[in-house]
């Protein structure tokens, strides 16, 4: 494939990863403010679980149909409008009156993400080509990671002076940055599709994607189960609507053949789990040090630097890396690593842990995703036709944010469902179980915010109050952790067993690609479409 990039490459790749930045940073924001937006509202932790998740939430279930509009409509406009409409989203975000406001506020953010985060790495797989196409992907990745990993950082210096609303506000100079170097240095209308867009599709794929997220997040909630079996139901037919629907479709918004690559499937499963697995680190991580170690917001989130400086430093390495080994080998290097950081959470994290644990562990996934990342976007981008990239760039973004939703609603579930059974179980076995009120069992089992309020309203219990809860988040994280190990492990099996090996992966890129410009009368040839 002819190498290639386009005019002021440095200038292009900077305004998309400004762009993508902004999505980065509002994806990971919340997860430090949690604590305190639980005290405010008086939130359970199944509601704290929606609002960490809402912006996934929101991205997630846009992107494919949202990926289909840039490939038809304009990917530069999508880009405008999505960074534009971010502003509104913080705002409402930032001043929201209650939890549920607060959580269709990060749904609406979700949205405008959705239609600025995929159309970010559908132009660089359009503009680039061959080893620069690599690098720009290393980099977009990289980077964008470590600026998901910042966010807790600077959500928590912005709560040492300021409200919990503030840290939704972080991303508004970043936004205007990136709105007018979009408009000023991105190319328009390059190698974009004529075809109309499978608008049925696109509306089954929303109804799937967000019906999952939210039965995994209510299916641990007391009380809840009758919501989460309609939403697990809804999700099955959704996806049973939906495939019958590509099949059938003449222009299918996923066209299921493309997908059935082994180079995209393969490079899509696994891209989520190891994706998922830092949003999922991160959002237990930030808990378990505040409430357990007793950290500040902004020791929380300085607590987690040396992820996002091993992404920074290792994602150039894993562009390297994929060219010689190819993306099997780089891709379970980076598994390796992920499963040796929450194998360090789940053995060396308890009460009292000093920081060089906590400190190694995020250094390890931070390897882990920088190594990860390029090879599963890569692979992605390069296993189908350039007028078709908004498929790959949507599946791409679904493994940041489908993952993030799945693995933080997964990990929060299982953290939710031990809590309260832990909390359950030390009630049940105290002396003075017979004494205390079932509307206080209640405020216990919510979350660890909720216990910690109780305490101040029963000072004499206080100390055995805050011991207890800390003992049951304990108990809930260890669940999260091994969720999260076995996960991993999976994810691993899966590349070693079906991802193609570095000759073999490049004899199928190339056949994928003489393949769909064969597919279109009147295509240009593969070198003149890299021109």
Same mark, same amino acid.
């Given at each position: 494939?002819? &190498?290639?990039?386009?005019?002021?490459?440095?200038?292009?790749?900077?305004?998309?990863?400004?762009?993508?930045?902004?999505?980065?940073?509002?994806?990971?924001?919340?997860?430090?403010a949690?604590?305190?937006?639980?005290?405010?509202?008086?939130?359970?932790q199944?509601?704290?679980?929606?609002?960490?998740?809402?912006?996934?939430?929101?991205l997630?279930?846009?992107?494919?149909?949202?990926?289909?509009?840039?490939?038809?409509?304009? @990917?530069?406009?999508?880009?405008?409008?999505?960074?534009?409409?971010?502003?509104?989203?913080?705002?409402?975000?930032?001043?929201?009156?209650? &939890?549920?406001?607060?959580?269709?506020?990060?749904?609406?953010?979700?949205?405008?993400?959705?239609?600025?985060?995929?159309?970010?790495?559908?132009?660089?797989?359009?503009?680039?080509?061959?080893?620069?196409?690599?690098?720009?992907?290393?980099?977009?990745?990289g980077?964008?990671?470590?600026?998901?990993?910042?966010?807790?950082?600077?959500?928590?210096?912005?709560?040492?002076?300021?409200?919990?609303?503030?840290?939704?506000?972080?991303?508004?100079p !970043?936004?205007?940055?990136? !709105?007018?170097?979009?408009?000023?240095?991105?190319p328009?209308?390059?190698?974009?599709?004529?075809?109309?867009? &499978?608008?049925?599709?696109?509306?089954?794929?929303?109804?799937?994607?967000?019906?999952?997220?939210?039965?995994?997040?209510?299916?641990?909630?007391?009380?809840?189960?009758?919501a989460?079996?309609?939403?697990?139901?809804?999700?099955?037919?959704?996806?049973?609507?939906?495939?019958? @629907?590509?099949?059938?479709?003449?222009?299918?918004?996923?066209?299921?053949?493309?997908?059935?690559?082994?180079?995209?499937?393969?490079?899509?499963?696994?891209?989520?789990?190891?994706?998922?697995?830092?949003?999922?680190?991160?959002?237990?991580?930030?808990?378990?040090?505040?409430n357990?170690?007793?950290?500040t917001?902004?020791?929380?989130?300085?607590?987690?630097?040396?992820?996002?400086?091993?992404?920074?430093?290792?994602?150039?390495?894993?562009?390297?890396?994929?060219?010689r080994?190819?993306?099997?080998?780089?891709l379970?290097?980076?598994?390796?690593?992920?499963?040796?950081?929450?194998?360090?959470?789940?053995?060396l994290?308890?009460?009292?842990?000093?920081?060089?644990?906590?400190?190694?562990?995020?250094?390890l996934?931070?390897?882990?995703?920088?190594?990860?990342?390029t090879?599963?976007?890569?692979?992605?981008?390069?296993?189908?036709?350039?007028?078709?990239?908004?498929?790959?760039?949507?599946?791409?973004?679904?493994? @940041?944010?489908?993952?993030?939703?799945?693995?933080?609603?997964?990990?929060?579930?299982?953290?939710?469902?031990g809590?309260?059974?832990?909390?359950?179980?030390?009630?049940?076995?105290s002396?003075?179980?017979?004494?205390?009120?079932q509307s206080?069992?209640?405020?216990?089992?919510?979350?660890?915010?909720?216990?910690?309020?109780?305490?101040? @309203?029963?000072?004499?219990?206080?100390a055995?109050?805050?011991?207890?809860?800390?003992?049951?988040?304990?108990?809930?994280?260890?669940?999260?952790y091994?969720?999260?190990?076995?996960?991993? !492990?999976?994810?691993?099996?899966?590349?070693?067993?079906?991802?193609?090996?570095?000759?073999?992966?490049?004899?199928?890129?190339?056949?994928?690609?003489?393949?769909?410009?064969?597919?279109?009368?009147?295509?240009p040839?593969?070198?003149?479409?890299?021109?």
């Open positions: 494939m002819p &190498d290639g990039a386009p005019a002021r490459p440095a200038l292009v790749l900077t305004a998309l990863i400004l762009v993508a930045a902004v999505a980065n940073l509002n994806l990971s924001v919340a997860n430090v949690l604590p305190e937006i639980g005290r405010a509202f008086d939130s359970s199944t509601m704290l679980n929606l609002v960490a998740v809402g912006y996934s939430l929101g997630a279930a846009s992107v494919l149909y949202l990926g289909a509009f840039g490939d038809r409509y304009g @990917r530069k406009l999508l880009l405008i409008l999505g960074v534009s409409l971010s502003v509104p989203a913080c705002l409402l975000a930032s001043h929201a009156t209650s &939890d549920v406001m607060l959580v269709g506020a990060r749904v609406l953010g979700g949205l405008a993400a959705g239609m600025a985060y995929p159309t970010t790495l559908a132009l660089i797989a359009a503009l680039w080509r061959g080893a620069p196409r690599i690098h720009a992907i290393a980099l977009w990745s980077i964008g990671g470590a600026i998901s990993a910042m966010g807790p950082l600077l959500a928590g210096a912005a709560l040492q002076r300021y409200w919990w609303g503030s840290v939704f506000l972080l991303t508004l !970043l936004a205007l940055v990136a !709105l007018i170097l979009a408009i000023r240095c991105v328009a209308h390059v190698n974009e599709s004529t075809e109309p867009v &499978d608008h049925l599709g696109g509306v089954l794929s929303v109804v799937l994607v967000a019906s999952l997220v939210l039965a995994v997040n209510f299916a641990p909630s007391p009380g809840s189960g009758a989460a079996a309609g939403l697990a139901v809804v999700a099955v037919a959704a996806t049973i609507a939906f495939v019958l @629907r590509q099949r059938r479709a003449a222009n299918p918004l996923y066209d299921l053949r493309i997908a059935a690559r082994r180079t995209f499937w393969v490079a899509a499963v696994a891209g989520t789990i190891v994706f998922g697995s830092l949003m999922g680190a991160i959002f237990i991580g930030q808990q378990f040090m505040q357990v170690l007793g950290y917001a902004l020791q929380g989130g300085a607590a987690i630097l040396p992820s996002p400086l091993m992404m920074t430093l290792f994602a150039p390495y894993s562009a390297k890396l994929v060219e080994r190819g993306s099997r080998f780089t379970l290097l980076g598994y390796l690593l992920c499963l040796l950081a929450f194998l360090t959470m789940l053995l994290w308890h009460e009292g842990v000093a920081y060089w644990r906590v400190g190694l562990a995020y250094a996934i931070g390897i882990g995703i920088g190594l990860a990342g090879p599963a976007s890569r692979s992605l981008t390069g296993s189908v036709p350039v007028r078709r990239v908004g498929m790959a760039s949507g599946t791409a973004d679904l493994q @940041r944010d489908l993952g993030g939703a799945i693995m933080q609603s997964l990990l929060g579930a299982l953290l939710t469902a809590y309260v059974r832990s909390i359950t179980t030390q009630v049940r076995e002396p003075q179980s017979s004494e205390i009120a206080v069992v209640s405020e216990l089992q919510k979350s660890f915010s909720s216990a910690a309020d109780t305490a101040q @309203r029963y000072p004499r219990h206080a055995e109050i805050i011991e207890g809860a800390r003992n049951a988040f304990l108990a809930g994280d260890r669940w999260a091994s969720a999260a190990i076995i996960a991993i !492990l999976l994810g691993m099996a899966l590349v070693a067993r079906h991802y193609p090996r570095h000759p073999e992966e490049n004899r199928l890129l190339a056949s994928y690609q003489a393949e769909d410009v064969a597919s279109v009368p009147g295509a040839s593969p070198a003149r479409e890299a021109s």
